[in-house]
């Protein structure tokens, strides 16, 4: 076995339980091994840490599986892990009914034979990478479909295992699972000396698949949607915004497919307007709201929001609730100062269109524009615009994205999303 040594005063990072070691932080390397091996894990003094494996053309060197040195990572070792990220799903994402919703509640094929307290989970991220302790590796369920998404190279070869296993754990509740699609397209793989990979893993199937999120149904098209199809992690912040929208004016900006625009459609929104750069998108969404039928309220257009919502308040447009939910602005911490300049200006831009007493959503997606620094920078929007917030309430990603909690502070890769729902407040 491969065993990588550890500089001394380093390891911080998996020292507080975090799950990479990058390559600065290394001393030796002794043994043979390629690119993508299961290597041990010492601390400077042979302290035995764990294992991962190791890859030299990323610069987080070693991805942490497991803290067990003597633990073999075979297809035993697989199964707990999978077995372990199904249950976490089922236990948490069960949905307390109140008397009479049970017949209400519609069944999804994606439930099996789960009863209809389970109606979150059938469609849900079910692998998580690091939280899940299966680094690089992304699956998320839509419906009976799997979307899988790997970023890192030693998990290639075990993939295709991770998915058997993952659908015969399904199996047992009576999910069963009609096809499976990769979306390892993102450029991510490059850096990990990987190709971009894109198709079925087994028989082609419709790749066109119905969804319900919230009481919203969905098309998702998991070949060609963002990401693996769809953003299920603002699961819930998009239930939230429906207790403040009823019989309100609403701007929802990079709306994407219309999740939070159709959200506010159902939950009784006079008129909402959705803004998204992408043409495709805007026709997804429009789809959307003729399925759900609101497309009399749920109107969307094609437009680049940052130049868009100047023209709206020079027009005078003033709405009840204004969401922003933008594209990560940086995907490394080099680039951070740039970002927060643009969510200063987006949040400005978007306060500026906010009737006094109405409300504004804003949040980031990215891990490195931390809470505190979104905190920051919204206060600096609202000082510019000469405007004051109260805080309703503060949210992150949905629990089927479960945030692992390190010694010291949250492990950062599996905490990126924030999510502030304000009133803009008018002293009387």
């Known amino acids: 076995m491969t065993v990588v040594t550890l500089k001394k005063g380093e390891g911080r990072t998996i020292k507080a339980g975090g799950a990479w070691v990058f390559d600065n932080e290394i001393d030796t390397i002794t043994g043979t091994f390629k690119n993508g091996d299961i290597v041990t ?127 015969e754990e399904m199996a047992k509740d009576g999910i069963t699972i009609r096809g499976v699609y990769e979306r390892s397209d993102a450029r991510e793989r490059i850096k990990e000396g990987l190709p971009k990979v894109k198709g079925f893993i087994g028989e082609a199937f419709d790749t066109n698949v119905e969804i319900v999120e919230n009481g919203v149904h969905y098309l998702v098209d998991v070949v060609n949607g963002q990401k693996t199809g769809f953003f299920l992690d603002q699961k819930y912040n998009r239930l939230a915004m429906q207790r403040i929208c009823k019989d309100k004016r609403v701007l929802d900006c990079f709306t994407h497919m219309g999740t939070f625009a159709l959200n506010a459609g159902i939950a009784g929104a006079s008129e909402v307007t959705g803004l998204d750069i992408s043409e495709y998108a805007v026709e997804q969404a429009t789809e959307n709201a003729k399925r759900n039928h609101l497309e009399d309220t749920v109107k969307f257009r094609c437009a680049n929001v940052l130049d868009e919502l100047p023209k709206l308040a020079a027009a005078g447009e003033q709405y009840d609730v204004v969401i922003l939910d933008p594209p990560a602005f940086t995907k490394s911490r080099e680039a951070t100062k740039n970002a927060i300049k643009g969510y200063r200006e987006i949040n400005m831009k978007g306060l500026k269109l906010v009737k006094d007493g109405g409300y504004l959503a804003t949040c980031s997606c990215s891990h490195f524009m931390t809470q505190e620094l979104l905190e920051k920078t919204v206060k600096e929007a609202a000082k510019a615009t000469h405007k004051r917030l109260r805080q309703i309430e503060f949210r992150t990603q949905g629990w089927d994205h479960p945030i692992l909690w390190a010694n010291t502070s949250n492990v950062p890769e599996s905490y990126y999303l924030k999510f502030f729902i304000f009133q803009v407040v008018e002293e009387k």
């Not at 990572?73 to 999978?82: K, S």
């Not at 017949?103 to 009863?115: S, Y």
């Not at 899940?132 to 030693?154: I, M, Q, R």
């Open 41 to 167: 894990v010492h601390d400077f003094d042979g302290y035995p840490m764990g294992k991962g494996f190791i890859n030299q053309n990323s610069k987080i060197r070693v991805r942490m599986l497991t803290r067990k040195p003597d633990q073999e990572i075979d297809e035993a070792f697989l199964t707990l892990r999978v077995r372990a990220a199904w249950e976490y799903r089922k236990n948490t994402m069960r949905k307390a009914l109140v008397p009479g919703e049970k017949a209400l509640t519609e069944h999804r094929p994606g439930m099996g034979k789960l009863g209809p307290e389970y109606i979150d989970i059938s469609s849900c991220r079910v692998i998580f990478g690091e939280a899940d302790f299966l680094p690089g590796l992304t699956v998320d369920k839509y419906e009976d479909v799997l979307v899988v998404e790997c970023l890192a190279l030693g998990m290639e070869p075990l993939k295709e295992t991770i998915v058997s296993l993952l659908k």
